[in-house]
Nanobody, 124 residues
């Protein structure tokens, strides 16, 4: 009943920019938080950024801090990830996730709903 749908991925040269979006449908989730994770082939899924739904407090991984920015549009039930100064090491499948409970905002285990993922490929 709850669905997350990502869009905006694609191929970009190093130094370029992409904007990912994620829309949640099927339920109201006021008070939850949403996050972005990424997973490259042969690697574990890692935290990228997250945002609290009510207050809009943001958190970013050190590897993307200053380059990526997470934001939300409450009215549209949508979260965004603005990706600037892309590097080849940013290449991965990016997943949107939503939590229905409190916990570590950085941990994959606290998220209950996941999108299908969108591929981001950065060429050198």
């Amino acid at each position: 009943q709850v669905q997350l749908v990502e869009s905006g991925g694609g191929l970009m040269q190093a130094g370029g920019s992409l904007r990912l979006s994620c829309t949640i449908s099927g339920r109201t989730f006021s008070g939850y938080f949403m996050g972005w994770f990424r997973q490259a082939p042969g690697k574990e899924r890692e935290f990228v950024a997250a945002i609290t739904w009510s207050a809009g407090n943001t958190y970013h991984a050190d590897s993307v801090k200053g380059r990526f920015t997470i934001s939300r549009d409450v009215a549209k039930n949508t979260v965004y990830l603005e990706m600037n100064s892309l590097k080849p090491e940013d290449t991965a499948v990016y997943y949107c996730a939503a939590s229905r409970r409190a916990g570590s905002i950085y941990s994959v285990t606290v998220y209950d709903y996941w999108g299908q993922g969108t591929q981001v490929t950065v060429s050198s």
